[in-house]
């Protein structure tokens, strides 16, 4: 949940800070860092897909010994 409002008013702030004719560089900056501090946040959360094991169609069958 911290993420997500993170993000929206990082890109609220960031928007706002744009739309103005002579633009606040420091409060465009600072919507930025909250925003990609939310999306960072967030990311670490999502699992990657090549952390998962790979299972294979293909059974492999044990060697009996003799």
Do not use: W
């Not at 409002?5 to 890109?11: A, N, T």
């Not at 609220?12 to 004719?21: D, F, K, L, S």
């Amino acid at each position: 949940m911290i993420n997500f409002i993170c993000i929206v008013v990082g890109g609220i702030i960031a928007v706002y800070a744009q739309a103005e004719e002579s633009q606040n560089t420091y409060l465009l900056m600072g919507g930025i860092v909250v925003l990609m501090f939310g999306i960072y946040r967030m990311s670490r959360n999502i699992p990657s897909k090549f952390d998962k094991e790979e299972e294979s169609f293909i059974k492999t069958e044990k060697e009996d010994e003799v």
